[in-house]
């Protein structure tokens, strides 16, 4: 029971930041495009941990991190507005490089030439 509240609150907060991420002012934000990979919750609801990958690369990355972590105050009163939680965790950003790992792995696989055989009609 208690697994399943965290989940449902999980992605309640992930779908909430993504919003509130659009509507920040911090240049350090705005500029770069930024995605929330994962976010994890403890089991007392006190801390959240939002793990965020940009297309830029890592360095791009830790700086929005740094604007997220400044801008933390202003995030968590408007998720504790909209998910009208009794307590709003601790966000923790955590900046990683699993967009431009995923983007390299494709532009590899991009990159080998296969070649069919022609003659295999199966």
Same mark, same amino acid.
């Given at each position: 029971?208690?697994?399943?509240?965290?989940?449902?609150?999980?992605?309640?907060?992930?779908?909430?930041?993504?919003? *509130?991420? +659009? $509507? #920040?002012?911090?240049?350090?934000?705005?500029?770069?495009?930024? =995605?929330? @990979?994962?976010?994890?919750?403890?089991?007392?609801?006190?801390?959240?941990?939002?793990?965020?990958?940009?297309?830029?690369?890592?360095?791009?990355?830790?700086?929005?991190?740094?604007?997220?972590?400044?801008?933390?105050?202003? *995030?968590? +009163? $408007? #998720?504790?507005?909209?998910?009208?939680?009794?307590?709003?965790? =601790?966000? @923790?950003?955590?900046?990683?490089?699993?967009?431009?790992?995923?983007?390299?792995?494709?532009?590899?696989?991009?990159?080998?030439?296969?070649?069919?055989?022609?003659?295999?009609?199966?």
């Amino acid at each position: 029971m208690a697994s399943h509240k965290i989940e449902r609150t999980t992605e309640d907060i992930k779908r909430e930041l993504t919003a *509130i991420f +659009r $509507e #920040l002012k911090d240049p350090r934000v705005r500029d770069a495009f930024i =995605s929330i @990979i994962r976010v994890d919750l403890t089991n007392d609801l006190s801390y959240c941990t939002v793990y965020v990958s940009a297309i830029e690369g890592l360095d791009r990355c830790k700086l929005a991190c740094k604007g997220l972590d400044s801008a933390s105050g202003f *995030i968590r +009163r $408007e #998720l504790g507005l909209r998910l009208k939680l009794r307590h709003v965790p =601790s966000l @923790i950003f955590t900046a990683t490089d699993s967009i431009e790992y995923s983007a390299n792995i494709s532009r590899i696989l991009n990159d080998l030439d296969i070649k069919k055989d022609e003659n295999d009609d199966n």
